[in-house]
Structure formats: C-alpha cells, structure tokens
Nanobody, 124 residues
Framework: QVQLVESGGGLVQAGGSLRLSCAASGGTFKNYAMGWFRQAPGKEREFVARISRGGGGTLYSDSVKGTFIISRDNAKNTVYLQMNSLKPEDTAVYYC?????????????????WGQGTQVTVAS
C-alpha cells in the first residue's frame, strides 16, 4: 500500500510560480510511474503530467506543456510539479497518483494510488 502526501499549494498571482511536492511511503517508489492530476470545481479530474519510473520519460497535457515541469527524486521518494506562468484557469485541487505500470498513461482509472490533494488558487 502506497501513501501519497501532496504539499506546496497555495494562493499565487497570475504569472507566478509554485512547486508542488508529493512524498510517497509504504512502497518501493522507483517501481511506480507517477502522475499529477487536477480537479476544478464542477469539473472532472483531468490529467496534467506523468513521469516514468526512472524519470527519463515525461508526458504533459496540452494545456500545461511548456509551462509545467514534472520531475522526481527516487532517493527522496518524492515527485515534483514545477508550475510556471500560472493562469486563473489553473486553479484546482492538484493530486498526485502512482501507477504500477510504466508507459504513456493518462487516464484516472489507470492509477492505483492517490493523495488527498493540495489546493492551488491563481488570482487574476
């Protein structure tokens, strides 16, 4: 059983940056691909970014490509999401998730474990 705890959310002005962290415990972190998702009020949870087990492969949604960067530190059992040039439409609860399988997977149902989420609010 893998436990995931997100941190780093908060309130930021449009154009600003935030870095989210997700600390994992209870499993072998390097055996999981990791993803970030977000959910805005009244909307479905959507894929943001994914990183492969070793960190060599990444995948982004079109809406964040070029402004968000996903990374991981397997020695620290942590995955990060660097968010730059934030816009009000990036406001959401951000979740990290772990997937036993590697590959280019972006569907919510493909992930096995989820954190509780961290709120990101971007003010205009």
């Amino acid at each position: 059983q893998v436990q995931l705890v997100e941190s780093g959310g908060g309130l930021v002005q449009a154009g600003g940056s935030l870095r989210l962290s997700c600390a994992a415990s209870g499993g072998t972190f390097k055996n999981y691909a990791m993803g970030w998702f977000r959910q805005a009020p009244g909307k479905e949870r959507e894929f943001v970014a994914r990183i492969s087990r070793g960190g060599g492969g990444t995948l982004y949604s079109d809406s964040v490509k070029g402004t968000f960067i996903i990374s991981r530190d397997n020695a620290k059992n942590t995955v990060y999401l660097q968010m730059n040039s934030l816009k009000p439409e990036d406001t959401a609860v951000y979740y990290c998730a772990a997937d036993r399988n590697d590959g280019l997977r972006r569907r919510v149902r493909e992930y096995d474990y989820w954190g509780q989420g961290t709120q990101v609010t971007v003010a205009s």
